[in-house]
């Protein structure tokens, strides 16, 4: 599933392709995909100007008029590309919005595990799939200060801590890995006794990953691809990830990296670098 990385490179190339541009024509070709469709959705995007494009944890949220948001989610094998209007129409196709310069959205999404919905602004923080969501990573605020008193009496691995988007927004198994190898915190940490100077080394290595995975237009596994179609290249950086049995980047242990599953997750790291 995209995570952080995938979903604000996405949000930053639908930006340029849509925001400032008219809805012309919108096209539903199913009542669905994860959950129905709200309402009136067709009538409400058709004749739209598209706003600022902004994302909350996993999510994409576009202004539409005066008044709306689309609410977005990629889901497991989403996809959404803006092109020119003679790209080739795929099978999954689901959503197919025409603007006013010809451009032409297209969300694709085969196992439609996707979401799409409608609301109005100002409605974000008491939305179901928004309410409660921990802080953005990458904006200030988000330190070891705060990690020590969000994960105070957590008693559960430091990284199912993390994947908690209560605790923090938009991360995911990959990143969780990265950053985790990074600080030299071992996934099977108990999360209450990450505070102080761990705490401020794993906040700065979520940063840094993050910002270097969108840098490098995100990690392309699977479906993943950026809005312009194109893959992304963080995955040849992983240190840790999918790397099960490879030598540890700057570490002389002997086994290399180590697979575990926590959670029903597949959890890579280095048992002697992360303590």
């Not at 996809?79 to 032409?104: C, E, M, Q, S, W």
């Not at 996707?114 to 008491?126: P, S, V």
């Amino acid at each position: 599933m995209p995570e952080l990385p995938e979903v604000e490179t996405v949000r930053r190339g639908l930006a340029r392709r849509m925001s400032g541009r008219r809805i012309v024509q919108a096209e539903l070709r199913r009542p669905d995909l994860r959950r129905p469709f709200p309402p009136m959705l067709a009538e409400r995007l058709d004749g739209a100007l598209i706003g600022a494009l902004a994302r909350r944890g996993k999510y994409i949220l576009i202004e539409l008029d005066e008044t709306g948001l689309l609410l977005l989610h990629l889901g497991m094998s989403g996809r959404i590309i803006a092109g020119d209007a003679n790209g080739a129409h795929a099978k999954h196709d689901h959503v197919v919005l025409t603007l006013d310069d010809g451009t032409v959205v297209r969300l694709n999404d085969a196992r439609r595990f996707g979401i799409l919905d409608y609301l109005r602004r100002g409605e974000e923080a008491t939305h179901p799939l928004l309410a409660g969501m921990g802080p953005e990573p990458l904006e200030p605020g988000f330190d070891g200060a705060y990690l020590s008193r969000a994960l105070a009496r957590k008693m559960t691995p430091i990284k199912s801590a993390l994947l908690d988007q209560r605790i923090v927004a938009g991360l995911g198994n990959i990143y969780v890995c990265e950053a985790l190898y990074r600080a030299g915190i071992s996934p099977r940490r108990l999360a209450a006794t990450v505070t102080g100077a761990r705490a401020a080394r794993l906040a700065s290595a979520i940063r840094d990953v993050l910002t270097e995975a969108i840098e490098a237009g995100g990690s392309s596994l699977r479906d993943y691809v950026q809005a312009n179609g194109e893959l992304g290249y963080f995955q040849h950086r992983w240190a840790v990830y999918g790397h099960e049995g490879e030598p540890c980047p700057g570490c002389t242990c002997a086994e290399g990296v180590r697979r575990i599953t926590q959670a029903g997750r597949s959890t890579f790291f280095c048992a002697k670098k992360q303590r």
